[in-house]
C-alpha cells in the first residue's frame, strides 16, 4: 500500500463537496428523528457496542469477538435483545446504535452495504405492526418535508429532486411479490417502483427468530420490511416480537440454532417478557436515498466498505 496515495484519496474524499453535503443532511436528519420520536414519548437510551448477547441476523457476516476478562463478547450487531429488555422499563424507547456487521466483501458492490453503520433503533411495549407502520409513514414524510426545506440549497447542488411519498405506503405481502416477480422481487420492485413501499408477512425461515409468528398464518411472521423506489433497496426492517418462553425456544430449534447462544436472552425470557414491537432504519442508507447517491460510502467521512481498507 502507498501511504501517500492512500492518505490523498481519503483527504480527497473527506473534503469532497458530495461528502460534505452528506454529513450536513446526515447531521439534520438526526436532528429531525430525536425530535420525532421525543414528540412520540419516546426515551433516548443510550447504545451497548459490546455484550455476550447480540443479533444472530439471517445473513453469514464475520463476527468479531473480544476477550472481556476472559469472556466472549461480540461488538454489537443490533440491539434486538436489549431492546426488548428495555421496554419493559421504559416502555417506548430509541437510540442511536452503531453496528458492526463485517459483511462479505462481495456485498461492496451493491452500493448500500457498510461494515459499520448507524441504526435508528425503536421499540414499543404493547405495539403492534400497524401502529409501528403508520409512525414511520409519519417520520418519513415529515422528515423527506423537513430536509426539501431546510436543505434546499444542498440538495439543488447535488442535483436531487426529493419528493414527498402520499400515505399510506403501499403493502405488498411477500409470498406475492416472489410468486410475480421471482426470488429477486426486492430489486425489481423497488427499480420499478416511485415512492416507499412495505413487503410484510415474511415467511418464517427468511427472518431471525425473534419475530413473532402470525397467530392465524402459521409460518408467516408479523414483520415488514419497508424498500426505497429508485433502485435504492431495503431501508429498514422490523415487526412484532415473540415474547413467551416455549415459543421463543421453538423458534430457535426451527432456525438450527441453540439456547445456549442466547442463553442470557432465553433467561429474560423465563422471567417474562411484554410484547413489542418496533423497527431499525439505516441511517447512512436513508442519508444516501435522500441525497440520490449511488453508493453509501459517499455519506460517510471514513466509510467502511466491505473488503476495503479503511480509516
Ligand atoms: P436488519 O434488521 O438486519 O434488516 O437491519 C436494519 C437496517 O439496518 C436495514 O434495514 C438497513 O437499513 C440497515 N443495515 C443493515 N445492514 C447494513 C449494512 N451492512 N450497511 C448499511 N446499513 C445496513
Ligand atoms: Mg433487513
Redesign the pocket.
Known sequence: MEIEKVLDAKMDHVKSDKVIAAVKIGSDLRYYLGKFMREQGYVEVPPVIISPLTDP?NHPVFDPVINYYGEKYSLTK?MIFHKQIMVQSFGSIFTFSP?I?I?EAE?SSTG????E?T?LDVEKRGATRDEIMSMVEEMITGLFRYIREKDSELLSKLGRNLQVPSKPFERIKFLDAEKQYGKDFETVLSKKKTEPFWIVDIPLQQREFYDRESDTDPEILVDM?LVYPEGFG????GGEREFKLDKIKERISKKGQTEEQFKWFVEFARRGLEPSAGF???I??LTRFICGFKR?EDTHPFPKVPGEFSL
Request: net charge neutral; hydrophobic share 30%.
Open positions: 441476523l443490533s453496528n456487521r459483511e456485498r448500500r452495504h457498510l461494515s453503520f441504526q420490511d431495503e431501508a429498514i426492517s431499525g432504519i439505516g447512512e442508507r453509501i
